[in-house]
């Protein structure tokens, strides 16, 4: 019973038959009707025009979405502990070319405007800095919290005043929708962000993430650069193929929503041991390494985070029967 | 009946089969099973040992392997008419951090070891010059003729008295294999190939290439540059049980086999038309424009590639039956 | 007798005047009186508002400003034997992290704009290709030819017409300017020309080159760029003490005039060896390689520059008793 | 009266001679004599065989020396408040091809070889993690802080043992040898460092550093760098003629002790006021901004370093007079 990681769950039926459905012959790259649909579909989901590329990975939609924002002698705000900065081995600064990221504090790898101002506010406004020109959040966070609607309006309303564009790092983005129960348009645009990385992969996908332009006009660029980093594939069809699967009739929010149950779940049978809300789909529980330990005993596996400290991720298709057993275990220490 | 791309085609029925096997948790990234068993399927397919990494486009594969090879201030000896330089949209100036690419003539795209001299020896050996560092050859080149074995040896061994590394650009490696009857083996390293970018998309994949190095310790920081370059997927599973199903009972070289005997049916067909010898799965075919319009005229589909000159190339997935029926019309032009 | 290179000369006692004049305290970087004075210098001499910077070599100049006018995912097009391509190591390709050039033929190093067409022509308009965002030319050229106005403006004419910004590499722009008799501005700005590297070290500067934007909104990146490439000089008030004592009473044209006119000198002497007409500083003449060793045994120095070719350069400090024996000794050949 | 910084001080009339005796028409580049004469010079005052390289400014220095010592997908340990991180704008990022700076805390800038091991502890041995391949540390630090040969050596065997290379920022390299009176080889190779940014601009130089190889291996490919950065001048004799003017009889050390001993002066003078213990040519010292105005009404310049704090820099430059009225209208608040 593997709590380890969103990332290693299996692919849905709905997205393996998409697959299937788009084998025939068709234009290459981006020229498919699939892969021309995508704007479309994100445009009315989002309700808003916006331009929405493929890629393969979360860490290319973050990497080409930021060096959308920030030139090379900028620099960009993130979290400390962002996965931008923490586990994408430089990536950022490979697709901008070297900006800098700025770090901020913030519990549960949230971040307040207060620590975006504060980290701006420590640059000077000369040409011996590299000037903020971008901030990112990640919703959910690496740590399950989720910004709502007002968190995400208030760095909004911050990145305007200083001047910055704004990225959202949204590889559990469906977690957070099911979560804060705002409106996909709510939590991004309405609220100011620019670029959007909307995953799919830890949701359901296999192999797709998507890239949303709020601001068209950024993608042109991207485009380019998609191409230039080796993300522009071939046979792109059987990428929009898994995006339009998983938009279709909300099967993104019906997997997300799945994953945040059973996260509530062992959340409420963590008590007092969670070391922050659960929000999303991630639980952090403190407990000794002897309580982790009996806890394997009985077939669990999951990362220690820290010490003193699990990490358990819920995936889309995790049984209900591990999530109900792995309850009582922690309930049973 | 498009003669477009192999680029287009469909994904053979046993890769789809593959992906739907894999359909279950797994170590994420490239820790299962199926991605750790890459270096022992490719090195007894070469008969050496190797270290193979996929990703997902032959950009990307093309990419990191000339970065392995070149530093950002060297140079990589090319073809003017290699994709590399052609068709990449800078990606080797991405992944080397700016090196330039020289390019050297020749007829077909394919390049001898005295064009690659004339363009070693036109350097001076000072630091106002990026210095050679690389040579990369695509075989089969981007007008469908082969290096045999000893063509390949030729390269190879101008490349080590020139000191510089070699590279193979192997999109069509199959249909080159498949083509000069040499093994894998003598086709790259034993002719003093480093780096090979081998394709399997345009031969019956989905979203899978191997990068194949030849020398393993060129691969460890290529692990952290595909990192960096957001080509990790973290459901590599789907990717290597592609490559794995290619592999099984020679499958890349029966759909590259089936695409060559296309393009030598059309290549009898053609005559005396013939840009090219035919040596792999492309045809370029000399007409007037209102000839190609009567191609057109019956349902043939492809490109015009220069002023009189048509390109036509066979996928692996060419009902035979289209084939012969453009065959019947060239020859009836 | 050195004939090699204006690079190698010595520094215009005006200039080392200069630099021991400003030599006390003052605003680092450049904040000084005299670096903020340039803009408005060369706003005088340009006849339109300028932005100037100061840095230490052509190849930053130049690197720089292609970086203003030119994005990674771009290329520019230029001479196949521009100093930019041949003659930087990269610095075009590290300053623009990755940009191509796209290099275009001319006798004597002079594009045409039919050469540019040809060039810019040859790209397809879709994301495989490095789009064409600029195009360089040297003024005068790497073999000692001047656009004049009316050349330069065709080219500008051409830029503007496929959407192209327009750098001139000036190294040796006041060679230029002394041999057409145009203005400063008509051989720049008023003939489309977007940043010119204007040089001053192969003219009697010591280590001051300006870097002029016709466009000053295109410098503000560049200032930081300029930081950044570690070329903003804590002391720059040494530099621009060397700028402006160059462009104090035109020592700058009147250096330039006494080079051009020991070319001219030369030129005359070499009469039908003459392998391009003299129009600036440099001379290449035909002659066999044992007439090179009688030059040489007669105490001239210079380099071979082809089989049956050599290079004479005049520096503004070339005495002209060594010119005219140089003359001489050619005539006597 | 100016303690800004001793980055706008004057430039030694000993080395404005040696530019002057340099005057004549000499081989380009780093061809000429004086330039060629560095490495033994620097051999000498460093006791072992090193390669040294000229360069203009310590950013280019330190960031072509960083480049030397870690990969584009690497890391780089120095202080939260180094230089590098600091007021470079991101040269090590670009010099480096965007490798990561890791922030290690420390009191006046300084390192610890615990705060090396922390951050390295905290970085998962893993591609996903941008790997620590070199620490970088300045002496003395940007708050006058020196690291003693006992110091350095910490370091260094730290940074062994974690398998990095040690780069030091010696931009105040003469004030922390004149400060230690360990001996130059002590407080740099034989205490582990790889690579030093031999800083001469503050400290009586015009427009020349010395980047430092104790390993002269990897001085080759920064030769290629130096060039594609933009800083191989081509009259490199004038930059050369400085280093070796300071190096001569002692100059550099001279300066830098007449700046210490003001400083020293004014550390006497501020007592319990000092923020930290004065080492070299720095004085950081606490008083409300009432006391500052007063110091400034009396003729001081000098910049607020923080709230409640000054910063004061002591020029090899300054007059004497200058530090004595300092000190006792410090001594007199």
Redesign the interface.
Known sequence: M?F??D?????H?KV?DA??RV???????DGDSLSRSLDTAFSELFECDVAALW???????N??GLASLC???G?IVCHSEAHIQ??????P?????????L?APGEGAKLSPDAVRGVVGAIRKD?????PHAVSITNATEYGLTYSENDVRAIGDAARELGLRFHMDGARFANAVASTGATPADLTWKSGVDVLSFGF??NGG??AEALIFFDPSLAE?T?????????????GR??AAQILAMLEDGLWLDNARAANEGANALGQAAGTRLVYPVQANEVFVRMTSQEAARLRAQGFDFYDWAPGEIRLVI?W?QPKHEVSALAAAISGL
């Open positions: 593997r380890f990681s990332n290693a769950a299996s692919v039926p393996l697959i299937a084998n025939q012959v068709d234009t290459a790259y890629v393969s990975t979360g860490t290319a939609a990497a080409l030139p090379p002698h620099s923490i586990d994408e081995c430089g990536a600064e490979f697709y901008t070319h070297g900006a800098k990221l770090l040409v011996h800095q590299a000037q992969v830890k296999m192999s660029a485009r380019y650069r998609r191409k230039r980093g080796g993300h522009l594939l071939s046979k059987y990428l995936s298709d």
